[in-house]
């Protein structure tokens, strides 16, 4: 572990969001811990700002200012992002694409951003942490560093809308059929399991609007998951993983249903495989206890 943290075989600029540092602690920290463990150092992001994606809707224009912002708080410290969030990756990596490709609107968001004293050149590049493990991990040194399979486990993912959507945006993996998580989960030994609308949304992004449609949304997909024989659910995004784990106390007694899944980020599922402990995965900070599961590691 210390050589590797002195000698990192790739480094990347950590892109953390909002939501992540107050509210999804436990998913920043296992992946500190995990990407540590695989030779990558994370450098801080410096005075960065909201990836600008809640503010589209309103101020479409604000939203390209934050977020090109961020990419050029990026181009100075001359490394290409990574971001936990996909919401946050993909309006950076959107918009990224956006000012590369349209001169014109570049010189438009240029002349906000001189009055910072910055300037878009576009020379970097943005990342989720599913692609980056993917692509410039690979499975290969994954899977060479698991030390305890984790072949007892049945487990669903759910990656979210942002990961791979909208496709000709975000040009990673099949956005109708997604592979590469599927992949991921199976480097860890675990056993994958497919169910019903596994690529439905899990209604995080209404909450504020009618909170009684996502519920019902994740109640659904919990269901699904239950009537395959998953007896663990890994998210990659901070919003999803709140409806599943942190809300399902509450769906349950809505819907007087009985699921009691506990809900990983997936660093804390590769974690485990690594042989880290509970404890170093902040695995204590879940609303669902993952006990009854983690107590069948070897």
Avoid: W
Wanted: proline fraction near 5%; charged fraction near 25%; glycine fraction near 6%.
């Amino acid at each position: 572990m210390t050589e590797e943290k002195q000698n990192p075989d790739q480094k990347f600029l950590l892109f953390l969001g909002c939501a992540i540092p107050y509210r999804e602690t436990s998913y920043e920290i296992s992946t500190r811990k995990v990407l540590q463990g695989l030779g990558i150092e994370l450098v801080e992001m410096p005075e960065y700002n909201c990836c600008g994606l809640p503010l589209d809707p309103v101020n479409h224009e604000m939203m390209l200012l934050l977020a090109a912002r961020n990419l050029c708080l990026a181009e100075k410290e001359k490394l290409n992002v990574i971001a936990l969030c996909p919401g946050c990756a993909g309006t950076l990596r959107k918009v990224n694409k956006k000012l590369k490709e349209n001169k014109e609107l570049r010189e438009k968001i240029n002349e906000q951003l001189k009055k910072t004293g910055l300037e878009f050149r576009g020379t970097i590049e943005v990342k989720h942490l599913l692609q980056m493990l993917a692509e410039d991990v690979t499975l290969e040194k994954i899977k060479a560093a698991i030390t305890k399979p984790l072949s007892s486990f049945r487990v669903a993912e759910h990656s979210g809308c942002h990961v791979t959507r909208p496709a000709g945006e975000i040009g990673f993996d099949n956005s109708e059929d997604p592979e590469v998580f599927k992949s991921l989960i199976e480097a860890t030994g675990s056993r994958y399991v497919e169910y019903t609308d596994k690529t439905a949304c899990c209604g995080a992004p209404i909450a504020g609007v009618d909170d009684r449609i996502p519920l019902a949304l994740s109640r659904e997909k919990l269901a699904n998951i239950k009537e395959m024989g998953g007896e663990l659910l890994v998210t990659v995004c901070p919003f999803c993983h709140m409806m599943f784990d942190t809300n399902q106390p509450r769906i349950e007694r809505i819907f007087n249903e009985d699921f009691k899944i506990p809900v990983l980020h997936y660093p804390q599922l590769l974690g485990l495989a690594m042989g880290f402990s509970e404890e170093e995965l902040a695995l204590n900070e879940l609303r669902v206890s993952p006990s009854k599961i983690t107590s069948k590691i070897s």
